[in-house]
């Protein structure tokens, strides 16, 4: 991991030029087949909306992450609603994807434990997230995290050709 080119900031507002910065990344994460829940490629506006509608949610965390000072990835925390007061403990990590001309140089890796770190700061004990099957790279990485697979769902993701693919559920209990 090169600490040099990668870092990793929670945001609430985009600076200049971030938020153009995260749509060039996001839209080469969907062209790479990470999805964001959409199945063919959305028009670039649609991911502006996206993004510019994720930062007014209350129960989400944003984080992106640079790599040699371009935003290439980003992860976010979602946590409970305040009407769920039995699962104030844990949350869920949402859209964790860095570009691929950024991978290799350990910013995946730099977003989830900054985030786990922001989560152990608020309290929360227990993270979960899920996973398509074919993203191997993440799995490997989650894994070597220490979270621990609780099941799989069949028809879990549906591909631009039809098909589904499974997905992967894990959790993690953070150590303070």
């Not at 995260?22 to 994460?29: E, F, H, S, V």
């Not at 993004?51 to 790599?67: S, T």
């Amino acid at each position: 991991m090169d600490s040099i080119v990668i870092e990793v900031k929670k945001i609430q507002v985009f600076d200049k030029g971030e938020l153009e910065e995260l749509i060039t990344a996001t839209m080469n994460a969907v062209d790479e087949g990470i999805g964001f829940g959409w199945i063919t490629k959305p028009p670039k506006n649609k991911v502006k909306e996206y993004w510019k509608g994720v930062l007014l949610v209350p129960n989400r965390l944003v984080f992106i992450g640079k790599y040699k000072g371009i935003i290439s990835g980003s992860i976010q925390v979602v946590t409970s609603s305040s009407a769920n007061e039995a699962a104030v403990f844990r949350v869920s990590i949402d859209t964790h994807f860095v570009a691929t001309w950024a991978r290799g140089h350990g910013l995946a890796k730099l977003l989830i434990e900054s985030a786990e770190k922001e989560c152990k700061k608020n309290n929360y004990t227990y993270v979960m997230l899920d996973v398509r099957e074919t993203q191997t790279r993440a799995i490997n990485l989650y894994e070597q995290l220490g979270y621990n697979l609780w099941g799989k769902l069949p028809a879990y993701h549906k591909l631009a050709n039809g098909k589904m693919v499974s997905g992967n559920f894990y959790y993690k209990k953070l150590e303070k």
